[in-house]
């Protein structure tokens, strides 16, 4: 009988792709979120929070491996450092987490709070794998939805995303939880890079907007690391599927 795998972050974007894959391999899977879960779904839902390091020592009985997908726009080191600290103490044998691509060269905030939760894995004293991904088209999506809802959508020069698939994500995270601890491993990126504008123009024809767009230009060592392209990878293992396959098959755009 194998132990049950912990996810952080199962019910979000990644998590919701993650868990019956993990299922479908004939693992249990126990879920730690701050609201639960949805009953009769075959998940050990439990109830904890990360940041205020409530609830974690009880969702790691028994528990080998963790799968730590849970993230937000700030704060993400205290959490995965709370997460790690209690998994020392449970004795957990691997804990799996996805990073950015560019964590390491984007001097943003999101981007240094990811580095500083790669190195909070690393250093627990614990097995480890680290996966550093691009941003989902889903998140890609939401920003362009935000910005269309301008009257004139600003095109930063320079700004580029090699956006992947969240389910490729999903099946490679699969993978690395089921293997052997191989600390970083390679990046993955989509198979695409677009300017911002090509995104931009991408999405206004699918959804039948129009908007102006207007350049400018982002100041500041962000913006050069940006146009410098540090938020792209150029690994040989890349995603297939593109920015225009999620469009045409996006239920409401």
Known sequence: MTSPILITGGTGTLGRQVVPLLQAAGRDVRVLSRHGGDPGDGVDHLTGDLFEGKGIDPALNGVETVLHLAGGSKGDEVATRNLVEAAARAGVRHVVYISVIGADRVPLGWFTSKLAAERAVADAGLPWTVLRAAQFHELV???????????????PGGLRFQPVDSG??????????????????????????????????????????????????????????????????????????????????????
Do not use: C
Request: glycine share 10%; charged share 20%; proline share 9%.
């Open 168 to 253: 490729e994500v999903a099946a490679r995270l699969v993978e690395l939880t089921l293997g052997a601890p191989a600390g970083l491993v390679p990046d993955l990126p989509g198979p695409t890079v677009y300017g911002i504008g090509d995104l931009a123009r991408s999405y206004l024809q699918a959804s039948g907007r129009h908007r102006l767009t207007m350049p400018v230009r982002m100041p500041g060592k962000a913006g050069r690391a940006y146009r410098e392209g540090a938020n792209l990878s150029h690994e040989a293992a890349t995603g297939k599927r593109t920015w225009e396959d999620f469009l045409a098959a996006y239920p409401t755009i």
């Open 141 to 155: 999506l939401s920003m362009l939805q935000k910005m269309a809802k301008l009257p004139v959508i600003p095109v």
